[in-house]
Nanobody
Framework: QVQLVESGGGLVQAGGSLRLSCVASGRYTMAWFRQAPGKERDFVSGISWYAGNTYYADSVRGRFTISADNTKNTVYLQMNSLKPDDTAVYYC?????????????????WGQGTQVTVSS
């Protein structure tokens, strides 16, 4: 069974930064999603582990950076210039086969989520 363990969420003021981490028990196509109260779970960013290709939602491009450390089986999401609209529970997701896609139903495994709160 694949396990994904997230960490790094917290409370930060607008304009601040946070770095989320997701430790995986293997190497898969990885992505970050987020879900605000009363809203759907939305794609934030993804990375193809071996190819290193990265993908971003328009709302975070230029502010967030996804990366992977192969030696630690860990994916990071560096979030800069945070805005109150970034407030959500952030989930790490893994896909056994295929490229990064923004559809939640294409991912096979999910982490427990980590809360990110950005105050104005």
């Amino acid at each position: 069974q694949v396990q994904l363990v997230e960490s790094g969420g917290g409370l930060v003021q607008a304009g601040g930064s946070l770095r989320l981490s997701c430790v995986a028990s293997g190497r898969y196509t990885m992505a970050w999603f987020r879900q605000a109260p009363g809203k759907e779970r939305d794609f934030v960013s993804g990375i193809s582990w071996y190819a290193g290709n990265t993908y971003y939602a328009d709302s975070v491009r230029g502010r967030f950076t996804i990366s992977a450390d192969n030696t630690k089986n860990t994916v990071y999401l560096q979030m800069n210039s945070l805005k109150p609209d970034d407030t959500a529970v952030y989930y790490c997701a893994a896909r056994r086969l295929g490229a990064v896609v923004p559809n939640t139903r294409e991912y096979d495994y999910w982490g427990q989520g980590t809360q990110v709160t950005v105050s104005s």
